[in-house]
């Protein structure tokens, strides 16, 4: 059964584009296959003049390749051999004697946007789920079937650079005010109108721009000769290798592809192209991107409890008690969503701030427009304050994030509860504080779970839901499939001190923090770490997160785990001193009074267990000592169950807590590095730390038996 269906227009042959048994397109073997066998019938059929390339799919032109194939390539060659593939069969669309037309609405992306630059036109529908990017560079990879090549020549060195190296996706009114489409239409005459520029390409009525516009100057000044060029590429160097540290290999190899182009010729071009393809493809750093891609892809299919899975119940309204930071951020995401929000707090001026704060985070969607003025005004009007619990009866989901205090949480439910509805789910959300410990000021037990958002809400794409045993299983269903709605990559934990992320972050810290009891230097432990492939080091994220919050964070830990968990002497008199890190422009870091980071606070030595003078700890010993406590913590969760899976882990870690990407997450790393070796380096710290680094015994067993989290090749997902 064909995926592409041809209709005939007057000399315009439609072909539309409607992968079977897909909710969306894909550049599969099986697509790639009909259109080499369409384009040999159009050829040959002299009737036709033009062809339209369109969508079957409601929101989708091509989304992309079809990732399972690299599953199945066994080596570069192979991956190699699959570019050049792709090249050619669209070197053999640019070739069509005849004009073809790429009509595009909904997602555009990877080899589908390789597809469209292949094309004579491209209109575009103006609409927000038409967007174009090339983001093969975010599982590892790079464009394989022509992109490095085209898109500069159509658009610019410089812009066709960013997008090849940031992946990010382009709107169609952009894309169009770059040259990358060349007209923007309604929707609803999108076909028309590109059936009228088919047949006028094919007459010679109108002819596409074939050089980049609105460079300006300075771009034309650098971007057409070879001295302004190589100044574009050592950039673009110099920017990848400040931000990646060298941990991602794909970006250098796109410039590399990009630059054989417009040096040695296209064929060249064209050649390096899949050279380096096959190269990214078998690399260890797009294995661990194409793993989270599955994992990340899984998740939305996850309901969160064992099948047979009851329905959710959707949130019509949803109750948001405190108005402070997390309250507002959940608040913000939940009305970009187009759901009601009841926002709570004490007193009017905390609800008008809480307000306020949402309208911050949408008027940054409208300056940078993603969204419209009426957006704005229409989801703003959808969060609504108030001092009484005036409303909440109508809410099926209620969120707490009051402070992070027991009681203060215990009393808010017993206020609340006996106002709502008998089903509704009440969730709080803590970071720290046991859900069960919540839930005993509860006269319905079963319906209190927690939802630990990170912060900021509305930039952090991870959600952990936190389920006790009597947690009923519609509630948690209800509470994923909510978070699903808001945008968030949603994984269930069950209920534990701490939970996954914040236990296993704070393992993390509390080593940072012992370093400095040594006389290891705040910045070198932060570079370190950085260097390794952390977003941000350990201290940086401690003044972020705000260093009273830590210092209570630690406390429950401690009072949980015992002096493994112990808080570092120097964290603790840090805390003492009442220094809070970012917010109160005071912590281990200077700040001015935007907020931006400046020098290390050399007063705070002063505080420091080691006291001012300091001393060199190798770079490595920080790395290894931080990150093998975290891993190390992380295999605990698993082995006591409050992990569901591995993948659940890797995943948290990686999109909760700043785990490297390229590495996988922990348990990926494990199988990495093997588990006889892990173990080896944890025993060898014990003996330094005692008790601190006792390899944990999923991770011992593991080791004795030479098994993995993971399969060793194949599916990525276990």
Known sequence: MTSLAVTHHDGIAIVMIDLVGEPVNKVTAELRADFSEVFAQLERDSAVHGVVLASGKADTWIAGADIDEFLTMKNAEEAEGLSREGQRLLERLEALRFPVVAAIHGACLGGGLETALACRYRIASDHPRTILALPEVQLGLIPGAGGTQRLPRLIGLQRALDLILTGRNVRAKAACQMGLVHELVHPAILLEVALDRARKLADGTIKPAHSPQGRGAAGVLLEDNPVGRSIVFR??????????????????????????????????????????????????????????????????????????????????????????????????????????VRLKDTDTPRVGRGIAAVSDVLKARLKKKQITR???????????????????????????????????????????????????????????????????????????????????????????????????????????AFGKKLGKTVIVVNDAPGFYTTRTLSAYMNEAGRLLDEGAAIDAVDAALVAFGFPVGPITLLDEVGIDVGGK??????????????????????????????????????????????????????????????????????????????????????????????????????????????????????????????????????????????????????????????????????
Do not use: W
């Not at 709080?428 to 809400?457: D, K, W």
């Open 235 to 340: 950039k673009a160097r110099d920017g990848v290798l400040a931000k990646t540290h060298g941990h991602y290999p794909a970006p250098l190899a796109a410039i590399g592809a990009v630059r054989a182009g417009f040096e040695t010729g296209s064929d060249v071009g064209y050649r390096e192209e899949a050279r380096a393809f096959g190269a990214m493809a078998a690399s260890e750093v797009a294995k661990q991107l194409i793993f989270l891609f599955f994992a990340t892809t899984a998740l939305k299919k996850d309901p969160g409890v064992s099948a047979p899975a009851p329905a959710p119940t959707s949130v019509e309204t949803l109750g948001v008690l405190g108005a402070g930071f997390m309250g507002a951020g959940i608040a913000s995401v939940a009305v970009q969503q187009g759901t009601p």
């Open 553 to 718: 964070v630690g406390t429950v830990l401690f009072d949980a785990f015992g002096e493994r968990m112990a808080p570092s002497d120097s964290l603790r008199r840090v805390v003492e001193s009442g220094r809070t890190g970012r917010k109160g422009r005071g912590g281990f870091y200077l700040y001015d009074e935007m907020g931006r980071k400046g020098e290390v606070d050399s007063t705070v030595y002063n505080v420091l267990a080691y006291g001012a003078q300091r001393r060199d700890v190798p770079a490595e010993e920080i790395r290894q000592r931080c990150t093998l406590a975290m891993v190390n913590e992380a295999a605990r969760c698993l082995e006591e169950g409050v992990l569901r899976t591995p993948r659940d882990g890797d995943v948290g870690a990686v999109f909760g807590i700043g785990f490297p990407p390229f590495l996988g997450g922990p348990f990926r790393y494990v199988d990495t590095v093997g588990a006889t070796e892990v173990v080896r380096r944890l025993g060898a710290l014990n003996e330094r730390f005692p008790g601190r680094f006792e390899p944990a015994a999923l991770l011992v067993g593991r080791a004795g038996s030479d098994q993995r989290f993971y399969p060793a090749s194949g599916n990525p997902l276990p």
């Open 374 to 480: 009426q957006q704005y005004a229409d989801q703003l009007l959808l969060a609504g304050g108030t001092t009484t619990y005036a409303g909440f009866a109508h809410a099926s989901l209620v969120i707490e994030a009051v402070f992070e205090d027991l009681a203060l949480k215990q009393r808010v439910l017993r206020e609340v509860e006996p106002l709502l509805r008998a089903d509704a789910v009440y969730a709080s959300n803590t970071s720290t504080i046991p859900i069960a410990r919540i839930a005993e000021a509860a006269q319905r037990p079963n319906r209190v779970l927690g939802m630990h958002f990170f912060s900021p809400v509305h930039k952090m794409p991870l959600l952990e839901v936190i389920v006790t045993p009597a947690t009923d299983r519609d509630a948690t269903v209800s509470a994923v």
